[in-house]
Each structure stands twice: as C-alpha cells, then as structure tokens.
C-alpha cells in the first residue's frame, strides 16, 4: 500500500511538472474607457452618419454615386482587362488541339477539375494526343496554374468570358470540342477574318476554319 501511494505521488510531481514546462503565460492589459465607450453611442454615431453620407451621395450624387443599381441582364457590367476568363484549347494549323497529354495541368490542378485520356497518334512528331480532355468549371477556382504549367501553350485562359449558369452539374463539364469552339480575346472567328489576325504563338500562327467540326472528339456537343 506504501508502494502504491509513493508511486502515485510521484506520478503527480511529474504531471505538474510537466504542466510548469508548457504552461502558457497571459498578460493582462488594462485599458481606459469612458461611459460613452460603455453605452457604444460614439460608435453608432458614426455608423449612421457614414450610412446617411452614402445614401445622400447615391440618391442626389449624381456621376459622383458610390454605387450603381444594373439592369441585368438587358445591362451588364464590361469586365476589367486583366479579366482572364474561361479556359480554351489552343488548335494547330490542321484543328487538332497543341496539347500532347503530358498531364502537367492535371497535375498542377489544386481544385482536381481536369480530366485527360490519353491516345497514341502514331505519329514520330508527336506521340499522344488527348482522346478525351474535360474541365468542370463548378470545382475551378480560376488560379490559372494549368495555364503555367502546361508546356505547349495549349490551354490559355484569355477569352474574356465567365461559364454561363448551368441547371444540372454535367452541363459544367467542358469537353474538348467545347474548350476548342472558344476564342481568345484578340481573336476573330476563321469566317469573320480579312485582315486581322490571331497573335502568332509558339506552335503556329493561329486558328483554321473548324465549322466541320473536330472528328467526332469531346465534350456535350459533340461526344466520345
């Protein structure tokens, strides 16, 4: 029984030790407040007045207004130009996408929104292209690191547009034939086109006339 009860107050020693050793120390400051800091009146005072200085300044402001009310969507709001948008698949010459299925931007994906099948071309150029390459814009948080990681410059984010609002969750998936019908900013359509052209890239000098579609590949308009 002796040995019982040493061991037990040994065993407490070193629990409070052991609390000595981690404890944490709080420093109390003090600091002064009058009553009118006690009742909050200088602070919904100036609450107010900051609310009224706003309401006054929309209401008879004129140019001059903080805020505007748009009559969306017959009306909307241009976006700034650093707006990046969408993403897009870049064509070569021939239609077919620049990306080679290296998955450097699935891989780069923090949100795990893209999606790629691979497939061999048969080609000593160019080993694999992608058979199936989607991108569910519900989970993108638009970081733009695909962009950066992808070797080829064949996903860009530059068309200046937002994905328009979808009732179910498949209609967000973008496919490969939907990311390829997307242009850029600076681009025109192939049959819109006389003298202005796409800015030249590192694997070719712009887009080619897919009205005839992409052979059957990607996305809800056009299927696997």
Sequence with gaps: MAG????????????EAAESKYAFKVK???????TGDHLYIPAIAAGLGATMKHFFKNLIGGKEKYTSTVQYPDVKVEYPPRFRGMHRLVPREDGAPRCVACFMCQTA??????????????????????KIFEID??????????????????????TGIHPEPVYTREEADFGKADLLSLLGRDEVKANQRITK????????????????????AGGARGGF
Excluded: Q
């Design 4 to 15: 019982g009860g040493h061991g037990h107050a040994h065993g407490g020693g070193s629990d």
């Design 28 to 34: 109390n400051v003090h600091r002064e407040t009058s």
């Design 109 to 130: 994906c923090p949100a795990r929104c893209i999606h790629i099948v691979s497939g061999a071309t048969g080609e000593n150029s160019i080993e694999k292209f992608p």
């Design 137 to 158: 814009e519900l989970r993108c948080v638009v970081c733009g690191l695909c962009v950066e990681a992808c070797p080829c410059d064949a996903i860009r984010m530059d």
């Design 197 to 216: 052209r796409p800015p030249a890239s590192a694997a070719g000098t712009g887009r080619v006339d897919r009205t005839g579609g992409d052979r059957g």
